[in-house]
């Protein structure tokens, strides 16, 4: 079982900054976390990869944020980061805190942070 907590949200001015962060605890396996990452789900959109560090420590940014925002991941404390600069009012959404676990690549989810970009 695996548990994500995140934080870090809130409100912030176009062209400002806000980090992120994401911490899993494991209980009751043997078996270890592989990717982590983070998505986004604006109002009537779809839920969308923002970025992610996969299991082999490649990192995967959406295209609308490279350059803007940096992901670093700590496996020794199973934590995900994400570092948010020059933020937009199209980066305003609820972000979800991702992981995949376990030899069947298991998906789990935190309780989203909302993130707001406005003036």
């Known amino acids: 079982q695996v548990q994500l907590v995140e934080s870090g949200g809130g409100l912030v001015q176009p062209g400002g900054s806000l980090r992120l962060s994401c911490a899993a605890s494991?209980?009751?396996?043997?078996?270890?976390?592989?990717?982590m990452g983070w998505y986004r789900q604006a109002p009537e959109k779809q839920r969308e990869l923002v970025a992610a560090?996969?299991?082999?420590?490649?990192?995967v940014y959406a295209d609308s944020v490279k350059g803007r925002f940096t992901i670093s991941r700590d496996n020794a404390t199973n934590t995900v980061s994400l570092q948010m600069n020059a933020l937009k009012p199209e980066d305003t959404a609820v972000y979800y805190c991702?992981?995949?676990?376990?030899?069947?690549?298991?998906?789990?989810w935190g309780q989203g942070t909302q993130v707001t970009v406005s003036s």
């Open positions: 991702h992981a995949t676990y376990g030899s069947a690549n298991i998906n789990y």
């Open positions: 494991v209980s009751g396996s043997i078996f270890s976390i592989s990717g």
């Open positions: 560090v996969t299991g082999t420590g490649r990192l």
